[in-house]
C-alpha cells in the first residue's frame, strides 16, 4: 500500500514530492514524510502521522528546499503508526531512504547492525536498510554500490530510493516484488510507485524489471538487471489518458472493470509474495503475533462478498486446517452467537461501508473473538479503521453496481491469508512448504491465464444468444466452485433480471430437477478435481430430462460439445485457483445476456453500488 515519490533536477523539488504524494493517496497510509538535499541546508527531513496534509502544514512554518529528494506514504506493517516509524528512515544524518514491501530478514541483520554499533529510534525493517546501506557505504563510497551490496544481504520484496548528501545529483532505486517506474523529465529525473503520481512534471516513464537496480542523475538512468548486467529500459510515453471514471474504449464501465481483473490481480498480489511464499506481515504489524495463536476462524460478508468467503471456507480448511465458518452479516448479528476461543473474526467487503457488515464486526468487538481482519478495498474505511488487522485488495474503483474485479481480488486476498495461515500452523515441522511454493508459482502465472481466458469473449457472447427470451436458469458447480455458481447466478440476475438459481450439483436429484426442461439453461463449471467425475454423473441427469446445457470445463475433462451440451475449455489452471478463473466467464455470459436484453448493465433497477443501510 505504500508509496514513493523521488526527484533528482535543478530546481526545487519539494513541491513535486508533495504532489507526487498527494496522487499516491488512493493507495491508503497512515503517515508520510520526505527528505530533500540543498547545497545551503544539507540533508533534513519532515515526517508526520496521519495524511500528507500533516506533512503540508508543517513545511508551511518550516519550509524545506533541495534539488535532490525522496518522499513516502507508509502503510504499517512493522511497527505502529507513528511520526518515529514513518518514512523516509535516515542513517548518520547523510543518509535517507524510503521502502515499500517487507524484508523478511531484517531482525537478524538488525542484531548485526546493533553489534557494529548502529541505534535505531523505530521499529521498522527499513531502517535495517538504511543503515546496512551506510555501514557498505562506509566501506566503499559509492552510493550505487552500497546499495548493490545491501540488496544480495535482503531476503523478502521490497522497491528502494536512496540518496546521500555525499552524492547530490544521484538518486539509486530498485525493485523485487513492488513496482517501481523512473520519470523522463528536461535536464531532470524521477521515480515513483506508480507514474500517475508523476503525470505533472512528465508523460515518458521507464518501467523497472523485476530485479532492476537504477542510478538516476539530470542526464538520465543507468539501469542493471538481477544479474548485474547493463540493461537498457526504453521510455515508454503515457497514453492512459482515461481514468476510472471514463469507461474509455468499453461500452460499460462493468466490461472495462472486468477485462481491468489481470492487471488489478496482479495488483493485489504485489509486494506480499517472496519466491516460494506469502509474505505474512502484509497482513499489518500485528499479523506476526496474532496468526500463531488462531485455532478458528469466523467469516462474515454479504453479496458477492458473501461468496468470496464460501470459497475461502473451502481454501481455509482444506489448506491450513482451520475450522472455519461463513455467514451472512445480516443474519449473524440479529441471533445469539457462541465465540470458540481464539477465533480470528473476518469481515470481506468491497466498500468497508456495508451497514450489516459493519455492524457484525461492532458486535463481535464485544463477543471475545481473538481478533479482527478486514478484506477491503477502501483503505480510508469504516471497517478498516475499526479492524485489527486489514488486507487490502487493491481492485481500484469500481463503478459497475454488479462487482467483478472486486469478487477476484478478494478471492486472490483470502487466498493469501490461508497460506498465511498455513505457513504458522506448519511453523514447527516445515520451514519450507512444497504446497505454498506451487500455489506462489501458479498465482503469478494467474493474470496471464486471465487474459486467455478474456481472449474467449467473443465465444461466450455467441453462447449468451441462447439466454435472449429465456427467463429462468440454474447454475451448477461442487465442492468450492459451488459459490462460484452462485455468483454466476446473481451476476445474470442483478444485470439481466433473469431469474437465476445456483445449486450443489449433487442436488439436483433432491428437487431442482423438477424445473429442467428445454426453456431452462443449465451453465455448470467443470474444473479439474476430485469431483468431476461425479459432475458428469449429475450432468447427465439434466441432459436425460431434455435440459440445454452449457458448461465451462478444463480441457482434461473429456467434456465435448454435443447435442444438448455446449462445452468451452477454459485453460489449465492449477486447482486451488480454478475459482478465481471460472469466474471470468461467468461474469462474461452474464455482461452480454444483459446487453442483448437492453438493460442498464452498470446500474441494474433497485440496486446501490455500495449498501450503508440496514
Request: glycine share 8%; hydrophobic share 40%.
Amino acid at each position: 500500500m505504500c508509496g514513493i515519490v523521488g526527484a533528482v533536477a535543478e530546481r526545487n523539488v519539494t513541491e513535486i514530492l508533495l504532489e507526487g504524494l498527494r496522487r499516491l493517496e488512493y493507495r491508503g497510509y497512515d503517515s508520510a514524510g520526505l527528505a530533500v538535499w540543498s547545497a545551503d541546508q544539507g540533508l533534513q527531513r519532515c515526517r508526520a502521522q496521519g495524511k500528507v496534509a500533516e506533512v503540508e502544514k508543517r513545511l508551511a512554518t518550516q519550509p524545506l528546499k533541495g534539488t535532490l529528494g525522496v518522499a513516502h506514504t507508509r502503510w504499517a506493517t512493522h511497527g505502529q503508526p507513528s511520526e518515529q516509524n514513518a518514512h523516509p528512515h535516515v542513517s548518520s544524518d547523510r543518509l535517507a531512504l524510503v521502502h515499500n514491501g517487507i524484508i523478511e530478514n531484517y531482525q537478524s541483520l538488525k542484531a548485526e547492525l546493533i553489534q557494529a554499533g548502529y541505534a535505531f529510534e523505530s521499529e521498522t525493517d527499513t531502517e535495517v536498510v538504511a543503515h546496512l546501506v551506510h555501514q557498505h557505504y562506509q566501506q566503499s563510497p559509492d552510493l550505487l554500490v552500497a546499495v548493490r551490496q545491501t540488496l544480495n544481504r535482503l531476503e523478502g520484496a521490497y522497491a528502494l530510493a536512496v540518496i546521500h548528501e555525499n552524492e547530490p545529483q544521484r538518486l539509486v532505486c530498485a525493485r523485487k516484488g513492488s513496482p517501481l517506474v523512473l520519470g523522463v523529465g528536461l535536464g531532470e529525473m524521477f521515480c515513483a510507485s506508480d507514474p500517475l503520481a508523476l503525470l505533472p512534471v512528465t508523460d515518458r516513464f521507464i518501467y523497472l524489471d523485476e530485479g532492476d537496480l537504477a542510478c538516476i542523475t539530470l542526464g538520465g538512468a543507468e539501469i542493471e538487471d538481477a544479474k548485474g548486467q547493463p540493461v537498457d529500459r526504453p521510455a515508454q510515453t503515457w497514453e492512459h489518458g482515461h481514468q476510472a471514471a471514463d469507461k474509455g474504449e468499453f461500452r460499460h464501465f462493468m466490461l472495462k472493470e472486468i477485462y481491468e481483473q489481470p492487471e488489478m490481480l496482479a495488483a493485489t498480489l504485489e509486494g506480499r509474495l517472496a519466491d516460494q511464499r506469502v509474505l505474512h506481515q502484509a497482513l499489518g504489524s500485528q499479523a506476526a503475533a496474532l496468526l500463531p495463536r488462531v485455532k478458528q476462524v469466523q467469516l462474515i460478508a454479504c453479496g458477492t462478498s458473501y461468496h468470496a468467503g464460501m470459497v475461502a471456507r473451502y481454501w481455509i480448511e482444506k489448506l491450513a486446517g482451520l475450522p472455519c465458518h461463513i455467514e451472512v452479516a445480516s443474519e449473524y448479528r440479529y441471533r445469539d452467537v457462541v465465540v470458540p476461543p481464539d477465533t480470528l473474526f473476518v469481515t470481506i467487503s468491497q466498500s468497508g461501508e456495508t451497514a450489516d457488515t459493519l455492524a457484525a464486526l461492532r458486535f463481535a468487538r464485544e463477543a471475545g473473538y481473538l481478533a479482527s481482519l478486514a478484506v477491503c478495498n477502501v483503505p480510508g474505511s469504516s471497517l478498516v479503521r475499526e479492524s485489527d488487522l486489514s488486507l487490502m485488495t487493491r481492485a481500484g474503483p469500481e463503478i459497475g453496481v454488479a462487482s467483478t474485479k472486486a469478487f477476484t481480488t478478494q478471492l486472490t486476498a483470502l487466498l493469501l491469508l490461508t497460506l498465511a495461515l498455513r505457513r504458522v500452523q506448519l511453523a514447527d515441522t516445515a520451514a519450507a512448504d512444497p504446497v505454498e511454493a506451487q500455489i506462489v508459482q501458479s498465482l503469478r502465472g494467474l493474470p496471464r491465464l486471465f487474459e486467455q481466458t478474456l481472449a474467449m469473449d467473443a465465444e461466450i457472447e455467441k453462447l449468451a444468444e441462447d439466454f435472449a427470451e429465456k427467463h429462468h436458469a440454474l447454475f451448477l458447480g461442487r465442492g468450492s466452485h459451488y459459490p462460484i455458481a452462485m455468483e454466476g447466478a446473481l451476476k445474470l440476475k442483478e444485470i439481466s433480471y433473469i431469474h437465476a438459481e445456483a445449486y450443489p450439483a449433487g442436488e439436483l436429484k433432491h428437487g431442482p430437477l423438477a424445473l429442467v426442461d428445454k426453456d431452462m439453461p443449465v451453465i455448470a463449471v467443470a474444473p479439474r478435481d476430485d469431483l468431476v467425475d461425479k459432475l458428469k454423473s449429475n450432468l447427465q441427469e439434466v441432459r436425460a430430462r431434455g435440459g440445454e446445457l452449457i458448461v465451462f470445463a478444463d480441457p482434461d475433462t473429456r467434456l465435448s460439445s454435443e447435442p444438448g451440451m455446449k462445452v468451452l475449455h477454459l485453460p489449465a489452471v492449477d486447482e486451488v485457483l480454478a475459482p478465481l478463473l471460472y469466474t471470468l466467464p461467468l461474469q462474461l455470459l452474464a455482461y452480454h445476456v444483459a446487453v442483448l436484453k437492453g438493460t442498464d448493465v452498470d446500474q441494474p433497477r433497485n440496486l446501490a453500488k455500495s449498501v450503508t443501510v440496514e
